[in-house]
Each structure stands twice: as structure tokens, then as C-alpha cells.
């Protein structure tokens, strides 16, 4: 399953692309206004520091307007990911600049019928939040899973990115399922590293080490 960041923010972008493990970063019109950066020199920046794609979201909410600021977006840097809403002015959108060879990913998924006009629509990836799922009443798993078996029923190249991450039991649930992505913020990666044992497993072992009185360099 391929890691994605959610944020807008340029140190926790650089500390996990550090690890090796940074795949590609999400960004939407709500954390570039938490980052209190300027828009495209934000994301111009975020292109410099992963290879993988960077999703930035068209504010408009026609098509020919989504078709002009995608226009704009795109010369940023070859990994931009355009980001349209899942509304049949987005899927046109959609479908025009994957056409046009853009990588496009449909956000704000909250059903399989829209996941699967996403994948019709030619999208590189769909967005189900499943965070948000949850908040609602549903479970937003249970989204994951249906996508995943229709998908798979007609071998659709759309990638499962699994987003409104909150929590590393998501985590773990999509990498069940096998969503092909999953997008979380930087503390819920974090997350992802620690365990209790791991930490006292560490501390058994210095307080061993410090008393052989040795040193490896
Ligand atoms: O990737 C979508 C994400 O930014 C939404 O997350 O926590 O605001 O539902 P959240």
C-alpha cells in the first residue's frame, strides 16, 4: 500500500520523505489555508521534495473554470495530481484531462455508485473519506470494501486511496482490504512506528549494553 501525506506543511513533508516511506502528499483547500501559504508556491515546493504525486484541488465548481485552473496547476510540476470533486462537473473534468494524460484524483467519495463513476470517468485515483464516513454514522470501512470488490470485478486501474485517515486502525483495516493508497496526517504516520514493546524492548537493551562498559565506535 503506497503512504500519503496529508498536509499542507513542509517539515512534516520532509521529515517522512527522510524515511523513504513518503509515496505522495494530498492537499486540499482547507490545509492550505491551515498552512497560511500562498497556493502555488506551497505546492511548487511540495513537488521539489517527493517524486510521487502531489493532489492539488480546482476551487471552481464548473467545468470550463475546473479546466482553467487545472491548466495552471499542471505546468507546477510533472507529479501534480489534479483534484476535482465528485460531481458530474468534476468527473467531466475528469475525464478530459486524464485523457489528456493528467493523473486525476476524485475526492469528497462517499459511495461505491460515485467510486464507480470515478473509475468510468478514467480517474488515477479516488478519494473515499472514510474519517468523515464514520463521523456520519457509517462505517466507513465497509465503503473501502465494496469499492475494492467492484473494482476488482471489472479491473479498474483507479487507485483505492483511502483519505479522512484519522486513526492507525485504519490504517491497518485498508491494508486489509487492499486499498492501493491511504492518505493520513503526519501524527497518524508517526502513529504508525510506536509500540509499547518496542519502547521498553529498547530500554532493556541500553541498560544491558551500558553495562558491558563496551562501545561500537
Ligand atoms: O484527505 C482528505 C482529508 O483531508 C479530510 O480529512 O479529517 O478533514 O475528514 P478530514
Redesign the pocket.
Known sequence: MKFFV?TAEIEPIRELAATGLLDGV?T?PS?IAKSGRDFMEVTREICGIVDGPVSAEVVALDHETMMKEAEILRKIAENVCIKVPLTVDGLKTCKALTGEGTMVNVTLCFSANQALLAAKAGASFI?P?V??HDDNGFDGMDLIEDIRLIYDNYNFATEILV??V?HTTHVLQAAKIGADVM?APPKVIHDLFKHVLTDKGIEGFMADWAKTGQSIL
Do not use: I, K, P
Request: glycine fraction near 8%; hydrophobic fraction near 25%.
Open positions: 496529508d494530498t486540499n490545509l478519494s473519506f474519517g468523515r483519505a479522512s484519522r492518505t
